[in-house]
């Protein structure tokens, strides 16, 4: 499928009344519903920079941007849908290449990429390995040498796909693993929770590989981290660990949908998805020991598997 163009993009969405229409049709796809009582009917109140819509039977007030990751933004949505865009590209696009292109400040443009982000994310959370399943260990920021050492910055991860009948995937999920490298080095890694999980109860279990050697393993799917290993290095020179999971989920969602209208898809999670806030992206909770993992020039790390 060919891309469209940023500028080609920018030309279909030049107003708000251009946004606003597309949001509607992203939102109520059949028309309006009161998010209530479900009642067809509303009228406009203009009045503010978006309309209101006011349910007809039950008088409740709905915005656009309510219950959407655009909630509380005062960015211009012209600019919400261009960062959209540019998120679907294939290379994908960091904060400052964002506050760059579409001219916000680095502060608005990073909020804006980790709400895409986190829409992606949760839309992903949603939807279950199914039919095919395969499942198998892999390792991101692997140390080639020495190679019977382990080393902290080694991140074990738990890959499984659903792939059609030719093989493809149609879906794919990266977990990190809940032991650290440590504990699964010399042992079988535990795929129970991921498959609790990730895989849906009627998928076909004899295809969940849980052995670490041997042709048994899926080179696919290694393969298949070892790219969202290249890609979050190549696009944002490093992630924190804190975010990592999040990354990946922003991968293999872009990834798994490159045959689909991606860009369609994207905007109507970002509408039914609720934003994540500031004060929970920054993480107060957060340990303070959360470690950046950053893999500037440095070739050797960039093994899965
Ligand atoms: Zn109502």
Redesign the pocket.
Known sequence: MMEITFESFCSLVQSEEDCIELLFKAKWPDGFR??????PQ?FVISTRRLPLYQ??????QTSLISDTIFRSSRTPLKLWFQAIFLHTRWRGINARQLSETIHVTYKTAWLMCHKIRYAMSRTDGEILLDGIVRVTDALLYRRMIPPSNYHEIEQPVIAGSTEDENGEFTHVKIRISPRSLRETRHSSPDMSEFVQQCVAPEAIPDTIVTKRHGKMRNPELIYFCRHAEMWMAFTFRGVWLKHLQVYLDHYCYIETRRKKSLYNELLRDCVRQRGIDYPTLIGTKEKRSSRPVRRKNDHSARQAG
Request: charged content about 10%; some cysteine; glycine content about 0%.
């Open positions: 009161c998010p209530v009582c479900s009642h509303s349910c007809t039977r039950c008088h409740t």
